[in-house]
T-cell receptor, first 109, second 113 residues
Framework: RKEVEQDPGPFNVPEGATVAFNCTYSNSASQSFFWYRQDCRKEPKLLMSVYSSGNEDGRFTAQLNRASQYISLLIRDSKLSDSATYLCVVTYNNNDMRFGAGTRLTVKP | NAGVTQTPKFRVLKTGQSMTLLCAQDMNHEYMYWYRQDPGMGLRLIHYSVGEGTTAKGEVPDGYNVSRLKKQNFLLGLESAAPSQTSVYFC????????????FGPGTRLTVL
């Protein structure tokens, strides 16, 4: 079983839609959580950190449920420019970052 | 301020050949990392360094060696390349521990025939 699991998708949604991605992790000692975004043939870039209380950045909302070992990312009012692969990342001991395989999103006009 | 740069961008090797991938960062970051990314696998950590002169193994270190002789550079070596090492290699750096952002280089696409 992978340590960080994501639904690979692809998720195909129309512009303006709301879409949610889920991620589960297996190690309860996980300390930090992130969502990264990766465009095709490009490097990953930090989208947002995920805090226990949940956090929001514009159209993006991230939630963490430590009891269920579950992270989510909600994108509201999807834009064409949101099309990318979204990577769930879990950190164990400051340096051991484990990446999910990513969820691919395509937003269509 | 170039951020994180990687050379080369592309390379094709024959089985058994050796090569070194160079990562450079100009942000004075202490921590540097080497990852590989394969389809359906996500990024996997090969080796990392928490400061000049230090290195440590990650999740998939076999077949690779690293060196951090200067703070700004982190080298990844393949002594005897194998087809299983065909992958996209990403270098990343981060200021310190904790929740600091990791900044990634543009990647090196390596094919081993």
């Amino acid at each position: 079983r992978k340590e960080v699991e994501q639904d690979p998708g692809p998720f195909n949604v129309p512009e303006g839609a709301t879409v949610a991605f889920n991620c589960t992790y297996s190690n309860s000692a996980s300390q930090s959580f992130f969502w990264y975004r990766q465009d095709c043939r490009k490097e990953p870039k930090l989208l947002m950190s995920v805090y226990s209380s949940g956090n929001e950045d514009g159209r993006f909302t991230a939630q963490l449920n430590r009891a269920s070992q579950y992270i989510s990312l909600l994108i509201r009012d999807s834009k064409l420019s949101d099309s990318a692969t979204y990577l769930c990342v879990v950190t164990y001991n400051n340096n051991d970052m484990r990446f999910g395989a990513g969820t691919r999103l395509t937003v269509k006009p | 301020n170039a951020g994180v740069t990687q050379t080369p961008k592309f390379r094709v090797l024959k089985t058994g050949q050796s090569m070194t991938l160079l990562c450079a960062q100009d942000m004075n970051h202490e921590y540097m990392y080497w990852y590989r990314q394969d389809p359906g696998m996500g990024l996997r950590l090969i080796h990392y360094s928490v400061g000049e002169g230090t290195t440590a193994k990650g999740e998939v270190p076999d077949g690779y060696n690293v060196s951090r002789l200067k703070k700004q550079n982190f080298l990844l070596g393949l002594e005897s390349a194998a087809p299983s090492q065909t992958s996209v290699y990403f270098c990343a750096s981060r200021k310190g521990a904790g929740t600091d952002t990791q900044y990634f280089g543009p990647g090196t696409r390596l094919t081993v025939l």
